[in-house]
């Protein structure tokens, strides 16, 4: 069977990946938009504690945290160990002391379901700011030691080059749908013709637009994040944990002594892909707020991001309504870097006629998004 799979950010990567380790012939194409999501997205993977409610989401978000152990063994089977993935602990910082009761409560009635989440413990503020220096003085918190980071850069680049050595042919174009009667027959990249048993449209924000041509309404539109970084030389922040004071705002280190502070939540921004003033100074006071200890860091970069976000806030996974051999997997709006890996490998089972292990139904997009029927 020869899949062609539309988009090569976290999500497609994956799915072109687990497509191949199956033995099936991939074709992977990407037009490495600005602003994709996976090269923009901070890289949080601690969901245990997350506000998010419905369960349907939820059990994307702790699958894809527990699959992380997972996909991490497949890919150093293929010589792939440069990750930016570590295990440095989620530090839950709410500005209230009943949001932190609450949120320990929350945390420990998941976390027995999920034994990844590790140990959960409550920490003084002086035990807290031992983990993370830059913290306020004066913040509790509840530590939560199986909360992780990931860098979506190096995690997607080792996805497709992991998917290289496995003979996914992958290629840099704009791709359209080819449709054929009432099923979709591969895609056209320019003047080439690439023919499929089946596609994949992974595209991120920018797959309203390939669907639309082949009459479906996928309810998805970019959000644009806005998201800080900051340097400081000789600084080791490799172990730091990341930082969740359960609003829009984050903090979170990599190796490279680097913190980064995230992020705007534009809603309705379309592809505008411009740093603003006030979402610059929105994300910077929000960091310094919960972290004044970074003040004087470096600002070294600010990325955009549009993140692919569905009108009901749900991860849209599975077979196309009323077209043969057309899959959709996008929606993964803020959680991304979390669920994806563990998308991509539901995609896979899915395209192939599989049963996922995890149900796909509830992610299916409904019968009324396909126009004119
Ligand atoms: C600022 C920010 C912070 C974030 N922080 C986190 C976080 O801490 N934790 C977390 O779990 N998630 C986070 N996310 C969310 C996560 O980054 C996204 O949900 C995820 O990366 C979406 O991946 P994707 O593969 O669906 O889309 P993308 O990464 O956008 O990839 C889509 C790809 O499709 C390509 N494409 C589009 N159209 C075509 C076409 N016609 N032909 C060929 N190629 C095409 C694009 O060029 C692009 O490369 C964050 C996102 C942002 C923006």
């Not at 939820?58 to 993935?85: I, M, N, P, Q, S």
């Not at 013709?193 to 991120?204: K, L, M, N």
């Not at 603003?276 to 994300?283: F, H, I, K």
């Amino acid at each position: 069977m020869h899949v062609v799979v539309v988009g090569a950010g976290i999500l497609g990567a994956s799915a072109a990946y687990h497509l191949a380790r199956e033995g099936c012939q991939v074709t992977l194409v990407d037009r490495a938009d600005e602003g994709r999501a996976t090269a923009a997205g901070a890289g949080i993977v601690c969901p245990w504690g997350s506000l998010v409610e419905d369960a349907a989401s939820y059990a994307l978000l702790a699958g894809g945290a527990r699959y992380y152990h997972e996909l991490v063994a497949l890919l150093a089977e293929d010589g792939e160990d440069d990750l930016g993935y570590a295990r440095v602990g989620g530090l839950y910082v709410p500005a209230e002391a009943d949001d932190l009761d609450a949120l320990e409560r929350r945390a420990r009635a998941r976390a027995r379901a999920a034994p990844e989440a590790g140990s959960i413990e409550r920490l003084a503020p002086q035990q807290a700011r031992a983990l993370f220096p830059p913290l306020r003085r004066d913040q509790p918190a509840v530590f939560i030691s199986g909360g992780a980071r990931v860098d979506g850069r190096r995690l997607a680049a080792a996805l497709q080059r992991a998917a290289v050595k496995r003979k996914v042919r992958f290629l840099t174009g704009s791709a359209e749908l080819i449709a054929q009667g009432r099923r979709v027959a591969g895609v056209r990249i320019g003047a080439d013709r690439i023919e499929a048993d089946r596609v994949v449209v992974a595209a991120g924000a920018w797959a309203p637009g390939l669907l639309e041509a082949v009459g479906i309404g996928l309810g998805v539109a970019p959000q644009r994040g806005q998201i800080v970084h900051l340097r400081h030389s000789d600084t080791d922040t490799a172990r730091w944990p990341v930082l969740l004071p359960l609003s829009s705002y984050y903090l979170l280190a990599f190796e490279d002594s680097r913190v980064v502070i995230g992020a705007t939540r534009e809603t309705n921004s379309g592809f505008d892909y411009r740093l603003t003033a006030a979402g610059v100074a929105e994300v910077l006071n929000a960091g310094l707020a919960v972290a004044p200890g970074l003040a004087a860091w470096t600002l070294s970069e600010i990325r955009i991001g549009f993140r692919p976000l569905a009108e009901d806030n749900r991860p849209k996974l599975g077979p196309a309504p009323g077209i043969d051999d057309l899959f959709i997997a996008n929606g993964l709006g803020p959680s991304g870097l979390t669920m994806g890996p563990y998308a991509g490998a539901l995609m896979a089972d899915a395209v192939l006629g599989k049963s996922p292990k995890l149900a796909l139904a509830p992610y299916a997009l409904a019968h009324s998004a396909r126009k004119g029927d």
